[in-house]
């Protein structure tokens, strides 16, 4: 009795990520926790939280600070204000650094709002290209999975 109350368990909580059929899963647009901001700073705390975002890893090598910040810039208000599929972009003020975060549709696993995205990275004519997870918690920030 108990391993079936365990199955089942784990069933209704792994079905929460998932979709059966073809029919197209629900959309789950997250809601802001703030209006997108109008100077082009977003709150140290905020970017801080997202643990340097898909920019801290490889695809970040070789990027100056202040480039790394535009990039993780990017990535939050990818995820927090931009429709699916729609490019955020950021360019370095003093190189030929940029970028470019596209988000995926949002889905809800238990109570967090969560979006796949992909953040391309060019320095130069070469692009390199990662892709994560994140899932907004109650404050707004969000959290990278990958």
């Not at 009795?1 to 029919?23: P, Q, W």
């Not at 905020?46 to 340097?52: E, F, R």
């Not at 600070?65 to 990535?75: C, F, I, T």
């Not at 490019?87 to 949002?106: C, F, I, L, M, N």
Request: with cysteine.
């Amino acid at each position: 009795m108990k391993i079936r109350v365990a199955l089942v368990s784990a069933l209704l909580a792994v079905s929460g990520c998932t979709t059966l059929g073809n029919s197209p899963a629900p959309t789950v647009a997250p809601q802001p926790a703030v209006a997108p901001p109008t100077d082009g700073k977003i709150a140290t705390t905020i970017i801080s939280a997202m643990g340097g975002g898909l920019v801290s890893g490889s695809i970040g090598a070789g990027l100056k600070e202040s480039e790394k910040r535009k990039a993780l810039e990017a990535e939050y208000k990818a995820l927090e204000y931009t429709a699916s599929g729609q490019k955020v972009t950021w360019k370095s003020d003093r190189s030929a650094h940029y970028g470019e975060v596209v988000a995926a549709q949002p889905y809800r696993v238990g109570s967090q709002d969560c979006r796949q995205y992909t953040h391309t990275v060019f320095t130069g004519a070469a692009g390199a290209t990662a892709r994560g997870t994140a899932c907004r918690n109650a404050d707004g920030s969000w959290t990278p999975l990958t």
